[in-house]
């Protein structure tokens, strides 16, 4: 069985699911299993709905705006006014206005969460109405069914044995399988989510169950850059990268490819292809084994992440920063969710650039204050650049203040502010 994977701007609208068509035919493939994800913006825009939804306000003009950008696609689909999507869709909808109107609890994470999907499922039934409208008979699974999680909403962990189990069961081979990325269920059937661009993991988790012989994930880029091209101009395209050169650079935050996508399939040695979705005959690039070469072309490969915090600690009392302060300090970031990308230490001070994912800075800087010396900046961008050279530093380098630099062997790290202009 093959996985394939279409993200959001893969079905963004009615013109991009016919080219979902155009690659299945193309493919003509029979034993296949498709996650997609929500169409276009519509994740983002749930996060909208969802955030005016716990302020106290019943999110009326989201849910419209919401079914008419679905319903404009699907009219542009479908001949029929009677086909069988559109009671579907009002289903949905019904369940989503369900949960708005009967829910109790304000937990963001969680309401978060029996939200957001709402896109995927949204989707998946389109895009599945109109494959077997055109011909293309298919299964439509609720992943939720298949993937089964903790409870920690929003950045949800997979119970592989579970998951693994409820995927050998109940995928039928020999068919066309279409599914929601980014979602799955905790052990009381609420749902849980994957962290955001999630939908590529999903194909992971999939192709890992179900021993599949590839990962083809569609996108409106070529294939995975040595850069953001909306960031770092010049960005050539890479044609093969290793599994452990695409999970570092996917652990430093290239966005291509989700972080947690890739160790599933190199466990498995399962090949992740990534393609353009507008020249499905281009190769792309294909992440597999290595054979000792990261990346090919053997060239410099530039992420940022924007909008980090820099915290730097010493001890009030002048002792050394060292392990069991070190330890205290971790918890309170684990006990806060801040995600940790880089960390500097010498004997008196500790950096740590963190990402404050889940908004809790004031109270995580209010608990260390009791104990360190506290400072901060916030919006601080980390460059990382793999395989660095001397003129790729100093591409970096050019009008920013380095606030940390970090090198090692094959990576330089480099915490900055761009120099304003007064
Ligand atoms: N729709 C989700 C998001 O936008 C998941 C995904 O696209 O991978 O984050
Ligand atoms: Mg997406």
Redesign the pocket.
């Known amino acids: 069985m093959k996985v394939f994977k279409f ?2 701007a893969s079905v963004k609208d009615a013109a991009s699911v016919y080219n979902v068509l155009k690659v299945l035919h193309k493919h003509n493939a029979k034993d296949l299993l498709i996650v997609i ?2 169409m276009g913006k519509t ?1 983002n825009a749930l996060e909208k709905l969802i955030q005016k939804y716990l302020s106290g306000s019943f999110p009326s003009e989201e849910i419209v705006d919401l079914k008419q950008f679905h319903n404009l696609i699907i009219q542009e689909l479908f001949n029929s006014e009677k086909a069988a999507v559109y009671p579907k869709i009002n289903q949905l909808f019904e369940e989503l206005n369900a949960f708005l109107i009967g829910n109790k609890s304000n937990g963001y994470d969680f309401v978060y969460d029996q939200i957001i999907g709402f ?2 499922l949204l989707s998946t039934t389109i895009v599945s109405e109109f494959l077997a409208e055109q011909g293309i008979k298919n299964t439509w699974l609720d992943a939720r069914s298949y993937i089964k999680t903790d409870t920690v909403y929003r950045d949800a962990n997979v119970d592989w044995e579970k998951t693994q189990k409820n995927i050998l069961e109940g995928i039928q081979p020999n068919t066309i399988n279409i599914t929601q ?2 979602i799955g269920s905790d052990t009381n059937n609420f749902t849980t989510s994957l962290g ?5 993991y999903t194909a992971g988790i999939f192709a890992y169950c179900l021993n599949a012989e590839s990962v083809t994930i569609w996108k409106d880029v070529p294939g995975v850059l040595n850069g953001d091209p909306r960031v770092f101009e010049n960005a050539q395209l890479l044609h093969q990268i290793s599994y452990e050169e695409a999970i570092e650079l996917a652990f430093y935050g290239a966005s291509v490819i989700h972080p947690k996508t890739l160790q599933p399939l190199q466990k498995k040695e399962i090949p992740l292809q990534v393609k353009s979705f507008y020249e499905p005959d281009n190769p792309g690039t294909i992440v597999c084994k290595g054979n000792g070469k990261p990346v090919q072309p053997a060239i410099p490969c530039f992420i940022v992440k924007r909008n980090l915090v820099l915290i730097s600690l010493s001890t009030l009392d002048f002792s050394f920063m060292v392990e069991e302060n070190i330890r205290d300090v971790f918890n309170l970031f684990h006990k806060y969710q801040m995600k940790v990308d880089l960390i500097q230490n010498s004997a008196i001070s500790f950096s740590v650039c963190v990402d404050n994912k889940f908004n809790q800075l004031s109270a995580l800087i209010q608990e260390l204050k009791a104990r360190f010396k506290v400072s901060y900046t916030t919006g601080v961008s980390l460059y990382t650049i793999r395989h660095f050279d001397p003129q790729s530093i100093d591409r970096i380098e050019n009008g920013k203040q380095i606030l940390l630099k970090q090198l090692t062997h094959n990576t330089v790290q480099m915490v900055t502010v761009e120099i304003k202009n007064f």
């Not at 955001?196 to 590529?200: I, K, L």
């Open positions: 993200g959001g994800s929500a994740t896109g995927e990325g980014f955001r661009e999630g939908s590529d």
